[in-house]
T-cell receptor, first 112, second 109 residues
Framework: SQTIHQWPATLVQPVGSPLSLECTVE??????LYWYRQAAGRGLQLLFY??????ISSEVPQNLSASRPQDRQFILSSKKLLLSDSGFYLC???????????FGSGTQLSVL | EDQVTQSPEALRLQEGESSSLNCSYT??????LFWYRQDPGKGPEFLFT???AGEEKEKERLKATLTKKESFLHITAPKPEDSATYLC??????????FGAGTTVTVRA
């Protein structure tokens, strides 16, 4: 069966520090991969999605970036975190563009 | 722009007190409507997909229905373990999912 792993679960970082969040999917090939951010009381905001290795689409201009170095690995990065980057970050995957999403367990990021 | 509005924002129920959550949407070319359950500090968990008006899906005490402009999630005789935030998402022709802000349900024993 397919599983998605996302880590770390919690992260506290100072302003201006770098960020790297990792997500891996097991049990499937060539998944569509997504990074979302969830703010309290608001809907999930799509940040990046990828339909294949090295293919990244950005939905929101920001100081975050994403990479997909392997088929089932998706990484969210920042060179310098801002206070506004705080939030709950979710990785997700699906088999195709019309299918349901499966989410990871999330990373609570606090930038202080 | 696709819009998804969920109401109410919060719902407090007594155990056994049935109720409904609403998800209204405006989208050009609905390809699917999804319901998710999210527990605090966790990722959303998939519940249902609805594709066309009139469609219904059931799972235990939950039943989801779809019309041309909204979807309802009915909770029948809820139990404390049904306490969670319920998210609605719609998918349009551009394959992007638009999520609502969610309804937080609290069921008291």
């Amino acid at each position: 069966s397919q599983t998605i792993h996302q880590w770390p679960a919690t992260l506290v970082q100072p302003v201006g520090s770098p960020l790297s969040l990792e997500c891996t999917v097991e049990g499937t090939s060539n998944p569509n991969l997504y990074w979302y951010r969830q703010a309290a009381g608001r809907g999930l905001q799509l940040l990046f999605y990828s339909v294949g290795i090295g293919q990244i689409s950005s939905e929101v201009p920001q100081n975050l970036s994403a990479s997909r170095p392997q088929d089932r690995q998706f990484i969210l990065s920042s060179k310098k975190l801002l206070l506004s980057d705080s939030g709950f970050y979710l990785c997700a995957w699906r088999t195709g563009e019309w299918e349901k999403l499966f989410f990871g367990s999330g990373t609570q990021l606090s930038v202080l | 722009e696709d819009q998804v509005t969920q109401s109410p924002e919060a719902l407090r129920l007594q155990e056994g007190e049935s109720s409904s959550l609403n998800c209204s949407y405006t989208v050009s070319g609905l390809r699917g409507l999804f319901w998710y359950r999210q527990d605090p500090g966790k990722g959303p968990e998939f519940l249902f997909t609805l594709y066309s008006a009139g469609e219904e899906k059931e799972k235990e005490r939950l039943k989801a229905t779809l019309t041309k402009k909204e979807s309802f999630l009915h909770i029948t005789a809820p139990k404390p373990e049904d306490s969670a935030t319920y998210l609605c998402a719609v998918q349009a022709d551009d394959y992007k999912l638009s999520f609502g802000a969610g309804t937080t349900v609290t069921v008291r024993a």
